[in-house]
């Protein structure tokens, strides 16, 4: 039998019964126009807000980290080895910060490959001086190409140009905080004295702005050059190695070997910013929960219009089985009724949830702390209008089970003979 | 003779309310192109009788036959394809699809049977509703046409598989004596090509009459 014929009677039903089948499908519509909007919107926002710390932020920094010995000699006495010690006032040993022998450890991540990038980074404790003031912060040497390429550098500046900085070795890329409270503006020059008391006058070749004002009034960026130079360090001097991976995932278990093999600090992304992570879970959860209970709202109007269909139609349901349709013929009827009015509904609902998010990504969103975005952030992935449209279909099915179950269960003869 | 329809020790209990023993031991046969009333007072089982032998009512006992197959012992889906294939009906109150236009109400039992395609269908119902002299109301909606074009429009549809058997209950019940008569003509046209028999539950004395064989019923048993 072609199922031509029971679609031709849906369909027919649900046109019978416009304003019924419209506040039907209108349910639908709602719940997922909700979902899609909702959750573009949301992770959009997610996607902005991980992109501010994670996008930047290494996902494994190897560093050298200043810490007591953990073995004291005294335990490698073989004398004292069942003794008990006690020793107190435990300092750190003058060791040097650098990445001893790094050059065959970035030998070794670059060949890696799981690694996207690496950029090695010559940390400096500095003072900015401008007339009478002394600020102190932090000055970076990167090669700042390559910073670009892994960590979208570009993004955060907000004067100039990044690529400046590569052409002059005397170059600095200056945070806005610092700037501000030192009054100084592009191409002006502004001195750095080391803790090592060097000092050094450097050019400002563009304006950085992270958002984070914390960074922002602390940090700056030179060539790796120019930051060896001024700690009066030689060329192997790396404070930290930063390594971009392909996959963020495999952050933990590389972390994990480089500790070993290396005998380094590496902290992978996922450790030191643990919260993100929590954050975006909890906004997703909510999105979904939202969007499920209003779909689950939407599949109770079918129910119950579909219930008050099957009530009208008892006269057609036994016409319909007298005239050789079969039960479950009858259900396919009311179970198509119930995906058309998805259908509907979901095609409606994907048109105004597309409507909306454009119209959000539209709407202005200025922010100090977020210099480069000027657009509320939306996520227009393809994925989240297959989800709903699989939300709906699955929604107004089990909607319409139990309606159509009902009527592929009428008795003709108890109908014909009006009983 | 060829046997279109047989039904042998037919007994059928209503429990509810009361235990109701309302068909005794029926037992008949209906023949190819025959055309037969059933009679009988209000309660006597006749309209009970026609919708076992219809295939819709299944709880009974005994046995009936439909073009030599036993009807005991099927699913209801195959059921459902015989009454189908195999049985038309007309009822009381005319029973068309309101939804519907006259035309869709005659091509859907075609459409379901998916024997031939739409065009061919649509031919055949048209062929039918010109036979019945009711062609101009194709298009119209089921509910847009008086009473007695309503029957018409179900036997149309009750023919439109070429049926072995049509059954009616009461089909001219709600008719005026001109409609019926229209409806009696009709039948008696269907049943003298010889290959389609008609099976009519009926009150109306004057319409059995002219049939071929009464089968009288009174409580619960075949007395004529």
Redesign the interface.
Same mark, same amino acid.
């Given at each position: 039998m072609p199922p031509g014929v029971l679609l031709k009677i849906a369909r027919t039903h649900l046109l019978a019964r416009k304003r019924q089948t419209a506040i039907a499908s209108l349910g639908v519509t709602f719940g997922i126009g909700t979902f899609v909007i909702l959750v573009s919107f949301m992770t959009g926002l997610n996607g902005l807000l991980d992109g501010l710390i994670l996008n930047r932020t290494p996902h494994i920094r190897i560093y050298n980290e200043i810490k007591p010995s953990e073995t004291q000699p005294i335990q490698n006495s073989e004398k004292y080895k069942n003794s008990l010690h006690v020793i107190h006032s435990i300092k750190p040993k003058q060791s040097k910060i650098s990445i001893y022998n790094n050059q065959p450890l970035i030998a070794a991540l670059k060949k890696d490959p799981r690694v996207k990038g690496i950029t090695p980074v010559v940390g400096a404790r500095v003072f900015y001086v401008s007339g009478a003031i002394q600020l102190n912060g932090n000055l970076f040497g990167v090669d700042v190409q390559e910073q670009t390429r892994l960590f979208n550098f570009g993004d955060y500046i907000t004067k100039g140009k990044s690529e400046n900085l590569a052409n002059n070795e005397n170059g600095i890329i200056i945070g806005a905080g610092v700037a501000k409270k030192l009054s100084l503006n592009l191409n002006d020059y502004v001195q750095v004295i080391s803790t090592t008391g060097q000092k050094m006058r450097l050019k400002i070749v563009a304006f950085f702005q992270s958002g984070l004002a914390d960074i922002d009034n602390m940090q700056s960026y030179v060539n790796i050059k120019t930051s060896q130079r001024i700690q009066g360090m030689p060329r192997d001097f790396i404070t930290d190695i930063h390594v971009k991976l392909w996959d963020i995932n495999h952050a933990v278990g590389m972390a994990a070997e480089i500790r070993n093999k290396f005998q380094l600090n590496a902290v992978d992304i996922i450790a030191a910013n643990a919260q993100f992570e929590t954050g975006t879970k909890i906004r997703n959860m909510i999105t979904y929960a939202v969007s499920i209970t209003l779909l689950i709202v939407a599949g109770f109007g079918i129910y119950n219009i579909l219930n008050m269909l099957i009530f009208q139609k008892m006269n057609d349901i036994a016409i319909l089985k007298a005239t050789g349709f079969s039960g479950k013929d009858v259900r396919r009827i009311f179970l198509y009724q119930a995906m058309m009015i998805g259908i509907i509904g979901g095609i409606i609902g994907l048109i105004i949830g597309y409507t909306g998010s454009v119209a959000i990504s539209k709407s202005p969103f200025e922010t100090e702390a977020l210099p480069t975005i000027h657009y509320f952030p939306v996520n227009f992935d393809p994925k989240f209008y297959v989800i709903g449209t699989v939300f709906a279909m699955l929604t107004t099915f089990f909607a319409g089970l139990m309606p159509a179950r009902k009527a592929s269960k009428v008795d003709p003869v108890e109908i014909l003979r009006g009983q | 003779m060829d046997i279109v329809l047989s039904a042998k020790d037919i007994n059928k209990h209503f429990f509810d309310p009361i235990d109701n023993h309302v068909l005794k031991d029926v037992s008949l046969q209906i023949n190819r192109g025959e055309f037969v009333s059933i009679m009988g007072k209000s309660g006597c089982g006749k309209?009970t009788l026609l919708?076992i032998l219809?295939t819709? %009512?299944t709880n009974y006992e005994g046995n009936v036959e439909l073009h030599h197959q036993n009807l005991r012992g099927l699913k209801?889906?195959e059921l +459902? +394809? /015989?009454?189908?294939?195999r /049985?038309g $009906?007309v $009822?009381q =109150?005319h029973? !068309? &699809?309101?939804? =519907?236009s006259v035309l %869709?109400n005659v091509m &859907?039992?075609a !459409?379901? &049977?998916?024997e031939k395609d739409k065009d061919e269908i649509e031919h055949d119902a048209m062929e039918k509703l010109k036979m019945l002299d009711i062609s101009e109301t194709a298009k119209k909606l089921a509910t847009r046409i008086s009473g007695g074009q309503k029957q018409r429009v179900a036997i149309a549809?009750s023919l439109i598989?070429d049926p072995d058997i049509i059954m009616g %209950?009461e089909p001219t019940g709600n008719l005026d004596s001109k409609n019926s008569d229209v409806v009696f003509d009709i039948f008696r046209n269907i049943s003298s090509g010889k290959k389609q028999s008609i099976l009519v539950v009926t009150h109306d004395l004057d319409f059995a009459k002219r049939t071929d064989r009464i089968i009288e019923m009174a409580d619960g048993r075949i007395i004529h």
């Open positions: - | 309209s919708y219809s819709m %009512d209801n889906t +459902a +394809a /015989i009454r189908n294939k /049985i $009906f $009822f =109150f029973y !068309l &699809l309101p939804e =519907f %869709d &859907l039992p !459409l379901r &049977l998916g549809r598989n %209950d």
